[in-house]
């Protein structure tokens, strides 16, 4: 069978000479559904490792806010098991040190884990910044949001996860769990979602300080589509006070943002985690952090 090479469904088999004839085999077999995934299904991920970044991206935003209450909304959040960062453990090891943050150390798969590079006091610094508790709205937008009580749409979103990263798989089925639990709210929204943003930031109280992220969603975008969202959230940032965060290659940093040089050990596929906030009457941009693309190691930077 094609699932004894598959280690997500509890395959152990290596690659042998079988392999091609077993998967001619299946796809023989399940033509019909395959067919109609390829016509109607899209890449669907929802990677939480991304909360080791997300965290201190965050403690560093209620830092600068004074200690203010953060909201959070999330464009292109997927399922937005992002929208639970608060609710993860997560393990930083710096320097031959843990830091465990956002709830007591944890064994199982809610642990998600990173390697500190570059400065270990100031990776340990970031690690240790305050933010439990900190989120007092949050809110996902999607064109295409995955219901996490629909199983068939959850099992396409565990599908999108390489089947050899066991991990992923793991974290990812306890994530969509305490989804269920939490209720985190995701609404779907048509090809722009800056009318959705502005209807949000109306309803969030005076004293909050909203922060819209973007994390590997614009490469999903036509460059048209991509200027008239970062001028949109250029706008948002200049009249209405929003912090807005995109995580990116760095190919898709906002324009005007110079490319702080690259992680020597691992830049392939990094995410460049920047920054752009209203500060004394002018837009700034600064980048704050490198991470791995599934969060196996974070390079702060702020």
């Known amino acids: 069978m094609l699932s004894d090479y598959f280690p997500s469904v509890g395959g152990q088999r290596a690659p042998d000479a079988e392999l091609g004839a077993t998967l001619r085999d299946f796809v023989a077999q399940q033509q019909g559904p395959i067919s109609a995934h390829l016509r109607h299904r899209h890449t669907q991920t929802n990677e939480i490792g991304r909360c080791v970044a997300l965290w201190p991206v965050l403690a560093h935003i209620a830092q600068e806010s004074g200690g203010a209450a953060?909201?959070?909304?999330?464009?292109g959040s997927s399922a937005g098991l992002n929208l639970g960062v608060d609710a993860y453990t997560l393990c930083y090891h710096c320097g031959g040190a843990s830091v465990h943050v956002g709830g007591a150390p944890r064994t199982d798969c809610r642990c998600c884990v990173?390697?500190?590079?570059?400065?270990?006091?100031?990776?340990?610094?970031?690690?240790?910044?305050?933010v439990a508790g900190?989120?007092?709205?949050?809110?996902g937008l999607d064109p295409m949001p995955v219901d996490v009580r629909d199983t068939d749409a959850t099992r396409w979103l565990q599908a999108c996860v390489w089947p050899c990263d066991l991990v992923r798989q793991q974290r990812l089925a306890?994530?969509?769990?305490?989804?269920?639990?939490?209720?985190?709210?995701v609404k779907q929204t048509g090809p722009s979602c800056i009318e959705a943003i502005h209807a949000w930031l109306?309803?969030?109280?005076?004293?909050?300080?909203?922060?819209?992220?973007?994390?590997?969603?614009l490469c999903y975008f036509s460059e048209q589509e991509r200027a008239r969202h970062e001028q949109a959230m250029i706008d948002l940032v200049r009249q209405r006070g929003v912090v807005w965060v995109s995580?990116?290659?760095?190919?898709?940093?906002p324009t005007d943002m110079a490319?702080?040089?690259?992680?020597p050990h691992d830049s392939k596929g990094a995410t460049l985690w920047c920054q752009?906030?209203?500060h004394a009457g002018e837009v700034r941009q600064r980048a704050l952090a490198w991470s791995h693309p599934h969060g196996a190691w974070l390079q702060w930077l702020g």
């Open 114 to 130: 990173a390697s500190c590079v570059g400065s270990a006091a100031r990776s340990m610094g970031c690690a240790n910044l305050p």
């Open 247 to 253: 995580a990116e290659t760095p190919s898709l940093r």
């Open 134 to 139: 900190a989120l007092s709205h949050r809110l």
């Open 276 to 278: 752009v906030s209203h």
């Open 174 to 185: 306890l994530a969509l769990e305490l989804a269920r639990q939490h209720g985190w709210q």
């Open 259 to 263: 490319l702080p040089a690259t992680p």
């Open 70 to 75: 953060l909201a959070l909304l999330d464009v």
């Open 202 to 217: 109306d309803g969030l109280p005076s004293a909050v300080q909203p922060v819209v992220l973007n994390s590997w969603v």
